[in-house]
């Protein structure tokens, strides 16, 4: 059973090229997040989506970041004309519901950003 | 803003003895939390949860205590292995709505041989 799978693993950018994370969820989860970590920080939640649903992208930039999970593919994460601050290590994870009796999110191994 | 903080950015211990990670949060109405392991280069993985309705829980080797009152979480590992050096991050979930879970900076765990 594969768990969450992301790819890119790593990505070079150079300042106002587009970056496209892509992620897959776990085998038979609906709920995609995407968070970013910085080198020794916490990571910082970006945004929950369910299939063809934003449900929370409180903690997405305004510009320049945007979100999708297709009904058919992966959730694909797009940061347009990227800049230097956005390099980071970004985190998929899922979970089968959005039931809050349970909370175990599914990382994925993490997508690397660099910004030159 | 973050409503999880940790107290010591880095720890460090002595294998085979007993680790404890502390973490701080500031709202009352957190009702679900969370540790994960996050190892260098991969992805968190969930070691252990526990509920506001509870002050403590127990997996294999980990202990997950909850005080309420003085809004303090802490991880004890027991019997510490280098395979457990990682960074740990306590996670809230329940304050800001919704299903998103908000992390701590983390403690970075060494253990020495």
């Known amino acids: 059973n594969a768990g969450v799978m992301q790819n890119p693993r790593h990505l070079v950018r150079r300042r106002g090229q587009e970056a496209r994370l892509r992620c897959s969820p776990m085998k038979g989860h609906s709920h995609v997040y995407w968070y970013r970590q910085l080198p020794e920080e916490g990571l910082k939640f970006m945004v929950y989506?369910?299939?063809?649903?934003?449900?929370?992208e409180s903690g997405m930039p305004k510009e320049r970041f945007s979100a999708e999970f297709p009904k058919e593919g992966p959730s694909i994460l797009r940061i347009q004309q990227v800049v230097r601050g956005d390099s980071a290590a970004y985190f998929c994870?899922?979970?089968?519901?959005?039931?809050?009796?349970?909370?175990?999110?599914?990382f994925g191994e993490g997508s690397r950003l660099t910004v030159l | 803003g973050e409503s999880v903080g940790l107290h010591l950015p880095t720890l460090s211990v002595q294998e085979g003895d007993n680790s404890i990670i502390n973490c701080a949060y500031s709202n009352s109405a957190s009702d679900y939390f969370i540790w994960y392991k996050q190892e260098s280069g991969k992805g968190p993985q969930f070691i252990i949860d526990?509920?506001?309705?509870?002050d403590k829980r127990q997996g294999q080797r980990v202990t997950v205590l909850l005080n309420k009152t003085v809004k303090h979480l802490s991880l004890q590992i027991a019997a510490t292995q280098p395979g457990d050096s990682a960074v740990y991050f306590c996670a809230e979930r329940g304050s800001s709505g919704g299903f998103k879970t908000i992390f701590g900076a983390g403690t970075r765990l060494f253990v020495k041989a």
């Open positions: 989506l369910q299939k063809e649903n934003i449900i929370d």
């Open positions: 994870a899922s979970s089968p519901v959005g039931d809050r009796r349970t909370g175990e999110l599914f």
């Open positions: 526990i509920r506001s309705n509870m």
